[in-house]
């Protein structure tokens, strides 16, 4: 029973749940599920078994169904179950086996979740599973958060036996004459997990038969000291990044002045995709002479070295036109920019760069509003002659992401205005202007 003491000191300790929430457990047969469902069973809390055949290893998924659902039956608790082509799925979604599952099993319980009313999803990952995850961070690349291992609470997932290693379960179950089933696919070492499993962590328990115990321990500081990172960060981050326009700007002066510069960019950067060995290549780059307009990539954001500033940008995947005609004043409601028109009488003239006034007539619409492009020439505000935009960006020192994000607005004869920035002389109200437009965004 000492098991089931250290479960429930474990569960109130870290406030995962109580007797009064709908718990739904996760459960495959083997040992560890098969052992967290008597735990929790005989604790006295409220629970319901769900099981995912993958069809991915023959008869052994349907007697591991069968089974499953025979344990459910003599525990008298009521039993979920649901199969997937997981094969199919991960073809189709181009990754791998075990990435197919997992969402696939995940998003089976969220929909359990929402149909059922549970308050909580329960996974039977124990200490090794957390000494494991650790190994795997460590051999991917992570900072202080990946050497946290598994949380024991993440939104609505509970891991309530992480305080457990397998021994411990396997002891258990054994004492408690408990059957489960053995999943072959945990004995493939061609799996990274099962090779840290059965090759490394055996070798390393030579030098320290405790080994799960100690880094259990170590975990517990390692989550402590993430947070003081964390905040440490955060602050930091108020004093030298800025956030304007959907772009994110790092002061480059600031930041080189820190000696912590490596770990900061990797706390705000790494939750960008970008990876270690990126931000290792863009410390050194900052530090290089001519380094404006490098830049860097993940699959969810764009990073450009602009002059004073990194400038990091969320990737459109929406493929989005780029150009939008306007048929007349009403005309806006589904642009990327949402203007408004006012037909006035009142020229208005301020530094405001979010409106201006122009000279109407019949012919002004159609407008186009479009993204800038190479050529593009205007006669900015004030001034006789012409002038390319590409010009008219460097004079005011616009970053590549700033330059990309600009939007054109004009009619059929010539540019209106630089939305945001510049109007065109060419619409200015002059003297005996009848009619007038009013032009703003917010």
């Known amino acids: 029973m000492v098991v089931l003491k250290k479960l429930e000191v474990n569960i109130?300790?870290?406030?995962?749940?109580?007797?009064?929430?709908?718990?739904?457990?996760?459960?495959?047969?083997?040992?560890?599920?098969?052992?967290?469902?008597?735990?929790?069973?005989?604790?006295?809390?409220?629970?319901?078994?769900?099981?995912?055949?993958?069809?991915?290893?023959?008869?052994?998924?349907?007697?591991?169904?069968?089974?499953?659902k025979s344990f459910a039956d003599s525990m008298n608790v009521p039993f979920h179950l649901t199969c997937f082509n997981t094969k199919d799925y991960a073809a189709e979604h181009k990754i791998s086996i075990q990435m197919a599952a997992r969402d696939l099993r995940y998003n089976w319980f969220k929909s359990l979740k929402k149909e059922y009313d549970f308050d909580y999803i329960l996974t039977a990952h124990h200490a090794n599973d957390n000494v494991e995850t650790l190994f795997v961070n460590l051999i991917r690349g992570t900072g202080i958060k990946g050497l946290q291992g598994i949380p024991e609470k993440q939104n609505f997932i509970a891991r309530p036996l992480l305080f457990a290693t397998k021994d411990d379960?396997?002891?258990?179950?054994?004492?408690?004459?408990?059957?489960?089933?053995?999943?072959?696919?945990?004995?493939?070492?061609?799996?990274?997990?099962?090779?840290?499993?059965?090759?490394?962590?055996?070798?390393?328990?030579?030098?320290?038969?405790?080994?799960?115990?100690t880094i259990h321990t170590s975990i517990q500081f390692f989550k402590q000291s993430s947070e003081i990172v964390t905040e440490?960060?955060?602050?930091?981050?108020?004093?030298?990044?800025?956030?304007?326009?959907?772009?994110?700007?790092?002061?480059?002066?600031?930041?080189?002045?820190?000696?912590?510069?490596?770990?900061?960019?990797?706390?705000?950067?790494?939750?960008?995709q970008f990876k270690t060995i990126q931000i290792q290549q863009l410390t050194e780059v900052l530090i290089s002479e001519n380094n404006t307009g490098k830049q860097f990539s993940t699959a969810s954001h764009e990073l450009v070295i602009d002059r004073k500033f990194i400038v990091v940008q969320k990737i459109d995947k929406e493929n989005s036109p780029k150009e939008f005609l306007i048929h007349s004043m009403d005309d806006s409601k589904y642009l990327p920019v949402q203007f408004y028109f006012e037909e006035t009488k009142l020229a208005e003239f301020s530094d405001n760069k979010n409106k201006i006034t122009i000279a109407y007539n019949d012919h002004l619409f159609p407008l186009t509003l479009r993204?800038?492009?190479?050529?593009?020439?205007?006669?900015?505000?004030?001034?006789?002659?012409?002038?390319?935009?590409?010009?008219?960006?460097?004079?005011?020192?616009?970053?590549l992401f700033e330059k990309e994000n600009v939007w054109i607005l004009e009619n059929k004869e010539h540019i209106i205005w630089i939305v945001g920035y510049r109007m065109d002389d060419r619409c200015k109200v002059v003297a005996g202007t009848e009619k007038l437009l009013k032009i703003s965004f917010d």
């Open 169 to 213: 379960i396997r002891e258990y179950a054994a004492k408690n004459h408990l059957l489960y089933r053995e999943d072959s696919s945990n004995q493939e070492v061609k799996y990274k997990r099962n090779f840290i499993r059965h090759q490394i962590l055996p070798e390393l328990k030579i030098l320290n038969p405790s080994l799960e115990e």
């Open 371 to 399: 993204r800038w492009k190479i050529g593009d020439k205007f006669k900015p505000f004030g001034m006789n002659g012409f002038k390319k935009l590409s010009d008219f960006f460097k004079d005011h020192k616009l970053s």
């Open 12 to 68: 109130y300790k870290n406030a995962l749940f109580n007797k009064t929430d709908k718990l739904l457990v996760a459960f495959s047969g083997g040992v560890d599920s098969v052992v967290l469902t008597d735990l929790l069973s005989k604790a006295g809390y409220q629970i319901e078994l769900a099981h995912c055949n993958f069809q991915l290893r023959g008869k052994e998924a349907i007697d591991d169904t069968a089974f499953c």
């Open 232 to 272: 440490y960060a955060k602050m930091k981050y108020l004093l030298i990044c800025k956030e304007e326009n959907n772009l994110l700007y790092i002061d480059i002066n600031l930041l080189l002045a820190e000696k912590q510069k490596e770990t900061l960019l990797f706390e705000w950067l790494y939750p960008k």
